[in-house]
């Protein structure tokens, strides 16, 4: 090995080191505390689930009978009852929305995002998704499953509705 060749050897694993801790920071792992429907928090890091738009927590749905339910709260706690605990591993996708990182995120190789819309309880958002959970709403729709079981507006609908300044209940269908 020449002078120079060996000169260049810590050069090249210092650059090697670097990447690798980029890389790292771009992935998040371990047990998460449910926020709401469709946001997470990891080691103190808000993770905004990429793609989705989950009921809010005051949000109001109709089930099959019309009878009102808390349907944010509901997919919270069915988000919640779903990780059970388990470790959550996410890659950070370097949006960022109201100071929380957007990720897609998984736990036991389940995407998270995907189960929530296919068990109804979170919509596909085109608008960011460009369609990607449009399959596995599609599913919830035609089963019946979570919100589909009767009638809701979509969240997006009912944050703009409530930044009108109306009532929860005049924002529910």
Request: a negative charge.
């Amino acid at each position: 090995m020449t002078l120079r060749n060996f000169t260049l050897a810590p050069l090249l694993v210092l650059a090697a080191c670097l990447c690798a801790s980029t890389a790292f920071a771009d992935n998040l792992s371990g047990q998460a505390s449910i926020i709401d429907g469709d946001t997470l928090e990891i080691h103190g890091t808000r993770v905004r689930l990429w793609g989705i738009d989950a009921p809010e927590s005051d949000q109001l749905c109709r089930n099959e009978d019309s009878t009102q339910y808390r349907c944010g709260q509901k997919a919270a706690n069915d988000l919640d009852a779903m990780i059970a605990r388990g470790p959550v591993s996410c890659v950070d996708l370097d949006e960022r929305s109201y100071n929380r990182t957007v990720a897609v995120c998984t736990v036991a190789g389940t995407d998270i995002a995907d189960w929530l819309v296919r068990n109804g309880h979170a919509l596909d958002w085109p608008k960011y998704s460009r369609g990607a959970y449009a399959d596995a709403q599609a599913e919830a729709k035609r089963e019946g499953r979570g919100i589909w079981q009767g009638s809701f507006v979509e969240p997006w609908a009912y944050r703009a509705c409530r930044r009108e300044g109306s009532t929860i209940a005049s924002c529910v269908d």
